[in-house]
């Protein structure tokens, strides 16, 4: 089946660095990923739909040039938290939806700690 | 304001008991999926539902949308503390399959 590869699972940052999470289809090709926020024991935040070739489109409330999304081909969306400050620390989770197959798949997630 | 409500939000079963978490929207549902997470993971597909009155069943779990395709409900018969975890419901609004957007989610846990 579909296979998304999210990197990394972990990451601890210090404020005002900038961190970059990777999101790849391994087996299909995505035209359209998303990027999910998660908040303990909250439900999953769209943030924005990445489309290859193209500026990804953000939901209302999400800063595009706090979050910046490159969707360079068509196995890979990365997301970039800018000058990343404790309260963007969260559980950071993609997706994809492979044509062939039924139902959306996602990454294992990352967490992100900005201390 | 949230276009998905789960209810219940949290659920305490003891195991071989069934129980039902039910997802309403406040539009009308192109597809319905059902996720499961484990806390820090990712999202497990369950299983998705598109036509008004469908009803898919997979081991111990089945899932139902309604007729007017703006309620589902998931049933789990006799759980097992495997069935433990976060069930989000997740819908596409759009009827383009262009966006996903979850629901509050049902935390369940199953005691022995």
């Known amino acids: 089946g579909a296979v998304v590869s999210q990197h990394p699972s972990r990451v601890i940052c210090k404020s005002g660095t900038s961190v970059k999470i990777e999101c790849r289809s391994l087996?299909?090709?995505?035209?359209?990923m998303f990027w999910y926020r998660q908040f303990p024991k909250q439900s999953l935040m769209l943030m924005a739909t990445s489309n290859e070739g193209s500026k990804a489109t953000y939901e209302q409330g999400v800063e595009k040039d706090k979050f910046l999304i490159n969707h360079a081909s068509l196995t890979l969306s990365t997301l970039t938290v800018t000058s990343a400050h404790p309260e963007d620390s969260s559980f950071y989770i993609c997706s994809a939806r492979d044509q062939g197959s039924v139902g959306y798949t996602f990454g294992s997630g990352t967490r992100l700690t900005v201390v | 304001s949230q276009e998905l409500e789960q209810s219940p939000q949290s659920l305490i079963v003891q195991e071989g008991k069934n129980l039902t978490i039910n997802c309403t929207s406040s539009?009308?549902?192109?597809?319905l999926y059902w996720y499961k997470q484990k806390y820090g993971e990712g999202l497990i597909f369950l299983m998705m539902l598109q036509k008004g009155g469908e009803e898919k069943s997979h081991e111990k779990i089945t899932a139902k949308l309604d007729e007017k395709k703006q309620q589902s409900s998931l049933h789990i018969t006799a759980s097992q503390p495997s069935h433990a975890g976060i069930y989000l419901c997740g819908a596409d609004n759009t009827g383009t399959a262009s966006k996903l957007t979850f629901g509050t989610g049902t935390r369940l846990q199953v005691t022995l």
């Open positions: 087996d299909f090709q995505a035209t359209t």
């Open positions: 539009k009308t549902l192109y597809g």
